[in-house]
Every structure is written in C-alpha cells, then in structure tokens.
C-alpha cells in the first residue's frame, strides 16, 4: 500500500483545514487509517483511526471535538477536517494504514509521507 497525503498549508489559529491521504491498491477496504502528527523537536503521536468499513472511529484527546476523520472506499482515501485549530496543532501530519484497527494508536504497517500545517497565533 502506497500513501500519498495532501492539503497541509498556513492557517490562522481558529480557522479550518482538511487533509486528505489517497492509497493505491485494490485492498484499501481491509486497512483501518490513522492520521498521527510530530510537531518540532517532539515525538510523532497519534491522532485519530477509522476502522476499514469506516463504521468507528477514536481520537486523541488533544483533538477530540475539533477533527474529524473520515474515509471513501470508492476513492481510496481518507481525510482529516481539523477545525478550531490552535497553534500547538502545528506539526507534520502523516497518514498510515494498518492491518489492526485499535493498534493503529501504536503503530502502522504502512506510512505516506508528512505534510506541514502550519497554525499562526
């Protein structure tokens, strides 16, 4: 499984941004997704998971309430809308795909490269 995540960029601190990650493979559906983050001199950390069917989802509590992920079967993709952004949310985002859905919190089978999101205060 090949990743390819997109749509980081500058924000202001309130605003909105949405990621996406597109895979390739004809297996995506069998994968549960995850977004993690590594913010400047930190380790990477979680962020959120979807199951394969895309019926559950869990977050960290850093972001509870203010992201959202989600996924399409049909396009091999999954997205992250992060809304209510603050400066601490300022990081490399990546998305990985793995084979178990609440072990993703730890770790991944696959990884796409980051993109920046850059939140100004």
């Known amino acids: 499984v090949q990743l390819q995540a997109s749509g980081g960029g500058l924000v202001q601190a309130g605003g909105s941004l949405r990621l996406s990650c597109a895979a390739s493979g004809r297996t995506f559906s069998f994968y549960a997704m995850g977004w993690f983050r590594q913010a400047p001199a930190k380790e990477r950390e979680f962020v959120a998971a979807?199951?394969?069917?895309?019926?559950?989802?869990y977050y960290a509590d850093s972001v509870k309430g203010r992201f959202t992920i989600s996924r399409d079967n049909a396009k091999n993709t999954v997205y992250l809308q992060m809304n209510s952004l603050k400066a601490e949310d300022t990081a490399v985002y990546y998305c990985?795909?793995?084979?178990?859905?609440?072990?993703?919190?730890?770790?991944?089978?696959?990884w796409g490269q980051g993109t920046l999101v850059t939140v100004s205060s």
């Open positions: 990985a795909a793995h084979s178990g859905f609440w072990t993703l919190r730890t770790t991944a089978d696959y």
């Open positions: 979807i199951s394969g069917s895309g019926g559950s989802t």
